[in-house]
């Protein structure tokens, strides 16, 4: 199969022209927000080929006003743990209490497996032996300078397809072997339950665990003094009501009080509330600091210092930054002049003391932009840090449409129960939209995951090379609008997430965006479009988790020309008995329950398949380390879909990516390479010449 595909892909003549934009798209001369370590050092992430590297400089000796990002010294350079046949990528990095010592979370081959590396900050050298049998470490917890909490699993090669449990959550003192590690936390009656991400409290007083059980975003909230971690005393009791709703550890404020953003109580958009974790109190009595917003998604909250919090809502999937004090009360909305397309927020330094945060912004549009904040006077005063520049780009050439006609009001169109479902559309601003254009529509709705604006350079490169549109769903499934919006496509209900982008391509007909269409999703994405047989006319069919229609009158619908499906989930009944599927059922429904499984049989990608219907092209992808969506997944749809697709001359392929996985540790060299072979395939289908 392998030479099948590189025969086809290879008869594209501008490939050469392709990767070169691509490599533009994605290696820029900063990639990072900046971290401040407790030793006065500034890091960022500077972006060589193949994947970026650290960098650092004090404080003192770092102009922040003439930044370039090449100021300063190589720190750590994970290509060097790179090696033939298996690249490195570096996670989430944690520095020590003082800044001494660094641990970072590392990938091989684009595997969701990691390791733990640790770095004495002063001699740049490795300090012990790298810790193994960890995944989904999605943060790293110091103790001081001698110890952190991580999390680990039972030992598992990284190619096992078997279901996975076991996870527990240890501590490690530096200068010890892994087999010394103090065992924490672990849930020996349901194997499957794991704690997402450990937060020690900024009064250091406290180690807070919140547990799932599954991908529904409902927890087990758990707290423990931080007396007897070191020596296995550690006693947690239940902070919240088990499995009542989300939490995530904001701040300690100067009374004590704990504050957690959550969605309990109804707060189906998520507020801020607040607790002493050193009394035994029920949920119910807990302080609301910041309520419920009646119309926007709490999508962030940060602490900073002189007591303020950052929180960023989400309103018809655009951002509005605010600062309150840590008391509830209101200082102001930070205005668009100030942080223009807020996308990604982080802090620089953790902490009440943190009197500095750095905001990386972006769009479809625009590419990666810093901003630096400085707490002062009971506000923050923003200024423009760095500009991501990408070669051959210009944002000001591109249209991202948020608002649709003079009266602003933005892009709704009606789902097919006239839910007002949101969408973006981005192309050149010298498009001329009276002739027809490819146009890529793209969407998600699944595991309460919001399609935010952000740089994407599959997406710019398509817009750019190929005169494209792009168009992003918001549908059901999602959190564009909080818990509700997701509630309502998930097992049984999944159909409303597809009704809503079979809505969403007939609008981009009516509207006269759309004449031609692509459809593009990943992993959860590949079944935007898969609804029952009897929902839509017989000239609808299944693709890559699609259910998607041919050119037809009838239903209003622009023609598919081609379908580009990612690391899919295929086979809806036996998906839950593979590595982390199990989790799922929360999402898709349990194969295992008579009512959900005649639902997923309908739905199933790979049990849909039909012998009567001709297909356009088609392009599956994988990758050879998937743990979470294996490979198995689209070998047997491909392998059904070939066999069922007859004598038709569209063009069917499948492609195994190497040395990668999911996405979370893929490299940006592994992502371009990717990226072209999509546009690639998609520019001989369409018979796109880039030149033109």
Known sequence: MPQVADSFLSAFAHSGALQ???????????????????????????????QPVWRRCHSSELNLEHFTGDEGEVFFDVNKLSVEGESASEM????????????????????????????????????????QNVKFCWSIEWLGDAAFIYKRLPPKHKDDTSAEGGFESVLHRLGTSQSEDIHIWADREHPQHSALTPFVTHDKKHLVLNIFGSTDPVMRLLSTSIDGLTDGRAKFRDVNESWDASYIYITTTSQGDSIFMTSREGALRKKLVSTNLSEITSPTKWTVVCPEHPEAV??????????????????????????????????????????????????????????????????????????????????????????????????????????????????????????????HIVHSRSLDLSKPHPTLLFGYGGFAWAQEPRWQPLFSAFIMSFNGILAVAGIRGGDEYGHAWHKAAIKTKRQNGYDDFIAGAKWLKVNGVASKLIIHGNSNGERILLCPRSSIPRCSFVLGGSRVSIADPRVGLP???????????????????????????????????????????????????????????????????????????TLKFAATLQEKKGKGSSPILCRIFQDTGHGMGKSTAQS?????????????????????
Request: charged share 20%; net charge negative; aromatic share 10%.
């Open 298 to 423: 709490l999508s962030r909250a940060q602490a900073l210092g002189q007591g303020l919090l950052l929180l960023v809502y989400s309103l018809h999937v655009s951002h509005q930054v605010w600062i309150y004090k840590e008391s509830g009360e209101v200082v102001r909305r930070v205005s668009d002049k100030e942080l223009p397309w807020s996308a990604m927020v982080k802090n620089i330094e953790r902490g009440r003391e943190a009197d500095e945060i750095s905001i990386e912004t972006s769009s479809y549009i625009a590419s990666p932009t810093l901003y630096r904040g400085v707490v002062g006077g009971g506000d923050v005063c923003f200024s423009l840090l760095h500009v991501a520049e990408v070669t051959g780009w210009n944002e000001s050439d591109y249209i991202q449409k948020q608002f649709y006609d003079a009266a602003n009001s933005k892009i709704f169109y009606d789902s097919k129960d006239s839910t007002k479902v949101p969408m």
């Open 672 to 692: 371009i390479t990717e990226n072209k072979e999509k546009l690639s395939f998609v520019a001989l289908a369409l018979g796109i010449d880039v030149e033109n």
């Open 559 to 633: 023609p598919v020309l081609m379908v580009l499906p990612s690391v899919g989930v295929m086979d809806l009944l036996r998906f839950h008995l593979f590595t982390m599927g199990g989790l799922w059922t929360a999402e898709y429904g349990s194969p295992d329950v008579e009512e959900e499984f005649k639902a997923l049989l309908k739905i199933s990608p790979l049990h849909n398949v039909t012998t009567d219907l001709k297909y356009p092209p088609v392009f599956l992808t994988t990758a050879e380390h998937d743990s979470r969506v294996i490979p198995g997944h």
């Open 92 to 131: 989430w990095g944690h520095w020590s209490e003082t800044g001494k010592y660094w641990a970072t979370t590392i990938s091989r081959g684009g595997s969701d497996h990691q390791t733990v590396l640790i770095i004495d900050t002063e001699t740049g050298k490795q300090v012990d032996d790298e810790l």
């Open 20 to 50: 070169e934009t691509l490599e533009d798209h994605s290696y820029y001369p900063l990639v990072s927000n900046f971290i401040l370590s407790p030793s006065s050092h500034y890091y960022w992430m500077a972006c060589p080929s193949p």
